[in-house]
C-alpha cells in the first residue's frame, strides 16, 4: 500500500471515529423546531444525485450509485428562519458525519467542498422506501465542525444564502460514502406567482411549499433564474 493510500485510509478511520462521537452529543437550542412563520423571503430547491460529490480535498468522489435527493428550503431572512423538506431516494443508512448530523446547507461553488453551514435532521423512512425529513429551525444556526475553535455555523446568516444561492449546495452522508451520497447545488425558485425575495407568501392555505422543482413550469421557472445565479456566482468568485 502506497504512503498517500495509507494517509487516505487513516484519515477516514479517524473522520468515522469523529463521527461517532459527534452523534452522541446533545440538542442544543439551534436544533429545536420551530412554527413555519407566515410568509417567506425566497425559497431554493436542488436535485442532488452521486456524481456531483467531491471530498475534503474537491476531488470528485461519486457517491451511491442511482440514489437522489430533492432539497426544498423556504426561508424567513428576517427572522432567520429556514424551513426544510428532504426526500432521499436510493440512500442507504446509517448515515455519519463529524458535524451534528449528516444533512447539511453547505458552502462553496460547484465542484468544491465548503464547511456546513446548517445541520438538518436526517431523513428517516417513510415507509414506502423513501428518506424524509421536515420541519423550520432557527438561527443562530449550529454545523457541530469547528475551524480555529468556531461553529461554521457562527455568525452565518439566511441573507448570504439569498445573495449567492449558486454558491451553496445541500448533501448526507452515510457511513458507507463519507465524502457524500448525494450532493446538490442550490437554486432560487419563485413562489406562488411572486418572485423570491419580494415578500411572497408561502404558497396555499394547506401551508405546503410552492416550490417547483418538476414540471414544465418548474423547469421555466428554474430557467429563468439561472443566469442571475451564474451571473452572482461570478462576480462571488472574482472578490
Given at each position: 500500500m502506497s504512503r498517500n493510500r495509507r494517509v487516505a485510509v487513516v484519515l477516514a478511520g479517524a473522520a468515522a471515529a469523529a463521527s461517532l462521537l459527534f452523534a452522541g452529543q446533545p440538542a442544543s437550542a439551534a436544533?429545536?423546531?420551530?412554527?413555519?412563520?407566515?410568509?417567506?423571503?425566497?425559497?431554493?430547491?436542488?436535485?442532488?444525485?452521486?456524481?456531483?460529490?467531491?471530498?475534503a480535498e474537491s476531488v470528485a468522489t461519486p457517491g451511491e450509485a442511482g440514489a437522489t435527493g430533492i432539497f426544498n428550503y423556504r426561508v424567513n431572512s428576517d427572522l432567520e428562519i429556514i424551513c426544510y423538506d428532504v426526500t432521499l431516494r436510493g440512500v442507504t443508512p446509517p448515515y455519519m458525519s463529524m458535524a451534528r448530523t449528516a444533512t447539511h446547507l453547505h458552502d462553496n461553488v460547484v465542484g468544491r467542498s465548503g464547511p456546513p453551514r446548517i445541520s438538518f435532521p436526517n431523513p428517516e423512512d417513510?415507509?414506502?422506501?423513501?428518506?424524509t425529513s421536515k420541519g423550520c429551525v432557527q438561527g443562530p444556526?449550529?454545523?457541530?465542525?469547528?475551524?480555529?475553535?468556531?461553529d461554521t455555523g457562527s455568525g452565518w446568516t439566511l441573507e448570504e444564502?439569498?445573495?449567492?444561492?449558486?454558491?451553496?449546495?445541500?448533501?448526507t452522508h452515510t457511513m458507507a460514502y463519507v465524502a457524500g451520497a448525494v450532493r446538490g447545488q442550490?437554486?432560487?425558485v419563485p413562489m406562488g406567482g411572486v418572485d423570491t425575495g419580494a415578500g411572497g407568501t408561502a404558497g396555499?392555505?394547506?401551508?405546503?411549499?410552492?416550490?417547483?422543482?418538476i414540471g414544465l413550469v418548474g423547469l421555466a421557472a428554474i430557467g429563468g433564474s439561472l443566469l442571475l445565479i451564474r451571473r452572482r456566482g461570478a462576480a462571488a468568485r472574482q472578490r
Open positions: 436544533d429545536d423546531p420551530v412554527d413555519e412563520p407566515a410568509t417567506f423571503t425566497s425559497q431554493f430547491t436542488t436535485t442532488a444525485t452521486a456524481d456531483q460529490v467531491v471530498n417513510a415507509g414506502d422506501g423513501t428518506l444556526f449550529v454545523s457541530g465542525i469547528l475551524v480555529d475553535g468556531v444564502l439569498e445573495a449567492d444561492p449558486a454558491s451553496y449546495y445541500s448533501d442550490m437554486t432560487q396555499g392555505d394547506d401551508g405546503t411549499s410552492a416550490l417547483l422543482p
